[in-house]
């Protein structure tokens, strides 16, 4: 009896070990696909970067946007199909809106928006915005948050969905 108890703990111990080992791989995955998030960010709307030491001109200091995203996925424990989505509408409103460009800190401000909808998009339960707001490390208020996503929202004319052959293009 002993025995079959330890045998089911070292069952459940290596399958525990399994599970986390899969999570690191993600988050190192993850940790990955944010320089690659950011240079799509980057590429779509050609925000103003300044080198994470610059502060010119009184502009605000902004962590790179590659280790904004990697910062708020960590924090949020977002799951790639939130971010893959969510630089699928940041794709979608360029689209929609070829024209626009982006600016000093546009970039930060269109991810966190993108994977605030996204997340909502996808899942039932996820962080409200007063979350997002204090995962963005105090970058945005709340009223900045509920602003962005509402102008993200509007912006993509709450156009959401996303048929099979236009999320196979994207891929």
Known sequence: MVKRALKNDLIGEKEAIR???QQTTDFQFAGGKKELSSNIVDELFHCDTLPNDANTDGLPYLPGLAQFIMSVMHRTRSSLSSLALALF???RLKQ???FCRGSHGSGHRLVLAALIVASKYLYDDTFNNKAWSSVSSGLYS???VNQ???ELLFFLKYQLWVTESSWVAFL
């Open 19 to 21: 599970q986390r080992k």
């Open 89 to 91: 509408y940041l794709t």
């Open 96 to 98: 929609i809106h070829p």
């Open 148 to 150: 962005m996503e509402i």
């Open 142 to 144: 709340l009223e900045e």
